[in-house]
């Protein structure tokens, strides 16, 4: 190994970052996908697919899968009794743009989308397994992800490799976040939500021979904050690669 590879490792230590090196492989051998769990704390079916997504994320039960789990709660069930604190009118306009990408009727929820090929209940393990198992066997691109929390703020370091017409994501979101609901479907539940979205932005575009690098700074809620940063291919949405580090 020189020693200009085994700085750039050292570095991703030491910063607490999730790095890829090679084309579909991370240093641990696993496989970056991403679970984008679309819900509500307005939504009675949606706290079993919030347990399910905080399981898949605990256990990583896929061999060679390295789960990037991300909530993101949608706005339109706001006017039913509760107004869910952490929703959002982007991710639900994320979520229209799948269902004509995916081919889904309408939108729902709870709706998972997997590496942005693939959606379901968002509940059904089953599915979500074997969404997970073929997404691992597809390659990726290498993905190199620093964040640092300087106070309130975090600066990051991303590089990515070269795709044709991707585009770059930075995620910010609440490691765990929950409510205790007083109003609408959930009336009188405690629920809990992880790795929360509250910031999604396109930071930039990759090229194929230039591939992709950039450092950035972001102010943060209070509170452990995920940073998750993914490539995505504008047309099809499908997820070329990702990786995820704390803050």
Known sequence: MNFAKMAVIVLASWFGSAATELPNQRPSGRVPVLLELFTSEGCSSCPA????LENLDREQPV???ELVVLSEHVDY?????WSDPYSSAAYSERQRDYAGRLGADEVYTPQLVVDGRKQFVGSNRAAALNAIQEAAHTPKIAVTLRAVRKGSDVEVHVEAGGAESAAVYLVLALERAESSVSRGENAGRHLGHVSVAYSIKKIGMTSRDLGFQKDLRAGLKSGTTRVIVFLQ???TRHVFG???ATA
């Open 63 to 65: 061999a060679g899968a």
């Open 242 to 244: 990702a990786a995820r």
């Open 49 to 52: 697919a919030d347990r399910l």
């Open 77 to 81: 069930w706001n006017h039913l009794g």
């Open 233 to 235: 291919e504008p047309k």
